[in-house]
Antibody, heavy 114, light 112 residues
Framework: EVQLVESGGGLVQPGRSMKLSCAAS????????MAWVRQAPTKGLEWVAS????????YYRDSVKGRFTISRDNAKSSLYLQMDSLRSEDTSTYYC???????WGQGTLVTVSS | DVVLTQTPPTLSATIGQSVSISCRSS???????????LNWLLQRPGQPPQLLIY???RLESGVPNRFSGSGSGTDFTLKISGVEAEDLGVYYC?????????FGGGTKLELK
């Protein structure tokens, strides 16, 4: 059974950093591209970043370029999202998802507030 | 970026009623490899999204066959043939033919 489990969310002050993790199991992690998708309270889904199966290629939405970094450790079957210079508008539930959005984690809430 | 426009934004249905949701794209979603990367997701209240349909019309394993997808190019439709209580939630279309991937605004299915 495919499982994606996010962790690392919480309350953080504007301008500070936070790192999210996603532990994958039930499939060959190193064979699949992965993504982070976020959802602000009561809003729709918004793609944040993607990474190729080997980590060689990364892609970001414009509003997080230069502030967020997606990475992966295939030996640990883990996906990460380093978020720097956080803003109030980054407040969302963050989901990790497998390529083509076929599988999703339960999400981790990030609240950016002073 | 590709814009996906879903209609209607809200849909009220009775149990057993058949309903359809439209997803229109600002550009063709036909990839150069011949595939059309248009999926449908359902997000039940308090839950993460789950995949229902991929590649326009292919039913994800375990998804009831009352769900069906159709369309091509820029116009796509999700049909539910006989709504059941467990179908309530927000439906999203998502495309990954063109970078970056984009989601429709969602259609909330409610009980009438």
């Amino acid at each position: 059974e495919v499982q994606l489990v996010e962790s690392g969310g919480g309350l953080v002050q504007p301008g500070r950093s936070m790192k999210l993790s996603c532990a994958a199991s039930g499939f060959t992690f190193s064979s699949f591209a992965m993504a982070w998708v976020r959802q602000a309270p009561t809003k729709g889904l918004e793609w944040v970043a993607s990474i190729s199966y080997d980590g060689g290629n990364t892609y970001y939405r414009d509003s997080v370029k230069g502030r967020f970094t997606i990475s992966r450790d295939n030996a640990k079957s883990s996906l990460y999202l380093q978020m720097d210079s956080l803003r109030s508008e980054d407040t969302s539930t963050y989901y990790c998802a497998r390529t083509q959005f076929a599988y999703w984690g339960q999400g981790t809430l990030v609240t950016v507030s002073s | 970026d590709v814009v996906l426009t879903q209609t209607p934004p809200t849909l009220s249905a009775t149990i057993g009623q058949s309903v359809s949701i439209s997803c229109r794209s600002s550009q063709s979603l036909l990839h150069s490899n011949g595939n059309t990367y248009l999926n449908w997701l359902l997000q039940r209240p308090g839950q993460p999204p789950q995949l229902l349909i991929y590649l326009v019309s292919r039913l994800e394993s375990g998804v009831p066959n009352r769900f069906s997808g159709s369309g091509s190019g820029t116009d796509f439709t999700l049909k539910i043939s006989g709504v059941e209580a467990e179908d309530l939630g927000v439906y999203y279309c998502v495309q990954s033919t063109h970078a970056p991937p984009t989601f429709g605004g969602g259609t909330k299915l409610e009980l009438k």
